[in-house]
């Protein structure tokens, strides 16, 4: 069991939102569409701001699992966008829809304004109601 707290952030031309994730990172894998449940991440509050529309924080309640994996073996000791690896030499947080350089979104539970992931590395803002924001991820640290 490895518990880590990481921050991650996501940016658009409009608004931004900030993650502070607890979990176990042996749950996280390099299975593509690797999801962890909710009830298995310890804490998770994200925050979005900015937008031109949901803004405020949402919880652990909001969110049905942590769509978190990647291709290859992460250090969870370091800044984890950018890292490379695996066959193909993939860099975690490529900005990629199928998921190829692996994926970090929080699942909304279906909340009206709960942010959504729509490819790998995006949210969108409103729960994907208009209006809306696109924000991709810029950074996930330890």
């Not at 969110?63 to 990647?70: G, K, P, R, T, V």
Request: aromatic fraction near 8%; avoid cysteine.
């Amino acid at each position: 069991m490895a518990i880590r707290t990481l921050t991650a952030i996501w940016t658009g031309p409009t608004g931004s939102a900030t993650a502070v994730v607890t979990l176990d990172t042996d749950l996280v894998t390099t299975t593509p569409g690797g999801a962890i449940n909710i009830d298995q991440v310890q804490d998770l509050t994200l925050t979005v701001q900015g937008a031109r529309a949901g803004n405020g924080t949402y919880g652990k309640a909001d969110f049905s699992a942590l769509q978190f994996y990647s291709n290859f073996p992460l250090d969870f000791s370091k800044p984890l966008v950018g890292q490379t690896g695996g066959s193909a030499d993939f860099s975690f947080g490529t900005l990629d829809a199928l998921g190829s350089a692996g994926d970090f979104n929080p699942v909304s539970a279906g909340g009206a304004t709960t942010p959504v992931g729509v490819a790998a590395f995006t949210i969108v803002t409103n729960g994907g109601n208009e209006p809306s924001d696109i924000l991709k991820i810029a950074s996930i640290n330890p």
